[in-house]
């Protein structure tokens, strides 16, 4: 009898972890400081990601159930990396932190130095960090979950074998809850009765108010994470945003994490499911068909318009609608009812159009009136609007990188990251304005933004009530009655633009590396065609003389425009891998997708490679100490 013979170590490229900075300091850990030196022995997963940013909260949904089984080896790291002004306030990281239910540590890096030391390019990445301290892993963007689960899976038995590996509890202390009557409440409306109805994000309800916006007439919903249709006592939510006041007195619900919208008649109690599957959308899904047979991806708010539900659907930078496909005064039975993109191609950006070749970013906010549909484009820092043929134009806002607080002509107003619009009697909307904390105005007959109110903590959504406006003060947890003024407020003007560095390049010639390495026990998905998928584009358009477009090669030579000394590339790349088994017949597939927007700029001495990494490692990594 012999003895068995070992299974071979995998064999990976491993980089040396650089140590963890950020002057923020951290949080969920009891006020302890940590380095990577006291974390050694464990599996770390680094999740760069920053709190405006729809695919972070994605990711964070998505690592819940790995954290939940790998406790006692795995520790999950949270480095708030901050795109926007407002989000490299600690205040704003702590708030962000309890708001979207983050259960495990988080280092606040408002300086993004813990950013530039891993090479990071886009908001989300996570980094895996094998328990002797080298990198072994990188991946952007959704949809990596299962992927780091099966290498964890294999660095458990590795380091095991090793006598590296280190159980037990980890530095994660949850804070003290707080008993406010909201927590991170997101958008409300006014009911028939003249209460009104509050969506209490955090806590995964909806609240009843009476006409005094302060008073709870009852909570609706269990008060935990889930998905559950019934009474209004029993029912369940997952972080639930948008609501919108349906033809026949019922209220459509943005159930925002459960990725579907739900009805709650107030008459009776009850709630049922109008629209989604519980499973996000993803690339390749069908875009448009029975209503509870299409996957949704974050939807966030909902607006009756034009004889249909519109969706602000965030997951995806596009509108969607809901027809009822029946008479809009019985809405109980939604039996025929669809779903279907209206605007919006998915890529993330800024760009008017017809509806179907308009890009959005995040469309959080949602405000109808007779001929136009506004919309709050979160993270252009815009105010958009679609006409009843469906073209989308833009009030105010320049794209991505841009936002500030600035009255004046809409041409050169600046916002930051509005989350919420509602329309005034006049004609003109109400922003609110979140991330700059406050309420503006724009009028559509003047073509002038101005400032109505101050110092209010990010508020997420106004109503109308008579001459008075009643905001959701979102990060003070109440609704704020405020008295339209007449004369708007006096505002100093900033501007700013994402504190990301530019990434040095040459003119002329750039190779586009975006690395891609199926994850262990799969290959590519090439039974339909091919499995990968690249669009390029850049702001301003002339910045790219060659290489623009759409193609199935991850690797591409762009040629740049040397009269163009700065831009932005856009990169969208998607990936599928499945379950290598041939005795399969039906093997598990996965989505990795990202989309990049890569600030450059063109100096002589720049590089003549970019490098992007969706998943796996760089082979040619620059970074110091790299053991093979």
Known sequence: MTDATPAPTPRRARVRAPQLTGKGGWLNTGEKQYTLADLRGRIVILDFWTFCCINCLHVLDELRELERKHRDTVVIIGVHSPKFVHEAEHQAVADAVERYGVEHPVLDDPELATWKQYAVRAWPTLVVIDPEGYVVAQHAGEGHAHAIERLVEELETEHAAKGTLRRGDGPYVAPEPEPTVLRFPGKAIALPSGNFLVSDTTRHQLVELAADGETVVRRIGQGDRGHTDSTWVRSRFNEPQGLALLPDGS?????????????FDPETGRFTTLAGTGHQWMQGEPTSGPAREVSLSSPWDVAWWNGKLWIAMAGVHQLWAYDPATDPADLAHPAEATVAVTAGTTNEGLVDGPGPEAWFAQPSGLAATADRLWVADSETSALRWVDLDGSVHTAVGTGLFDFG????????????HPLGVTALPDGSVAISDTYNHALRRYDPATGQVTTLATD????????????????????????????LPEEAVRVESVAHRTQRAATEVAPGELKLDV????????????RYG??????????????????????????RALTLNSAVPEGVLHVSAMAASCDDDPSNE??????????WGVPVRLTSGGA?????????MDDRDDRDDQDA
Do not use: W
């Not at 209220?251 to 994490?257: C, K, L, R, S």
């Not at 607080?405 to 930051?416: K, S, V, W």
């Not at 997420?460 to 704020?480: K, P, Y």
């Not at 039906?586 to 989309?595: G, K, L, N, S």
């Open 251 to 263: 209220v459509a619900v943005a159930d925002t994490v459960n990725h579907m919208i739900r009805r």
């Open 405 to 416: 607080h600035r009255d004046g002509a809409a041409e050169q107003a600046l916002l930051q």
């Open 456 to 483: 209010l903590r990010e508020p997420s959504d106004a109503v109308l009530v008579g001459d008075e406006i009643l905001v959701v003060e979102s990060a003070r947890h109440r609704l704020t009655r405020l008295r």
């Open 515 to 526: 690395i891609f390495q199926a994850p262990a026990g799969q290959k590519l998905d090439t």
């Open 530 to 555: 091919p499995s990968t998928r690249l669009l390029v584009s850049a702001t301003p358009p002339e910045l790219l003389v060659g290489g623009e477009g759409a193609g199935t090669d991850l690797n």
């Open 586 to 595: 039906y093997p598990a597939c996965h989505v990795h997708q990202q989309d």
């Open 608 to 616: 003549d490679r970019l490098p992007l990494v969706l998943a796996g």
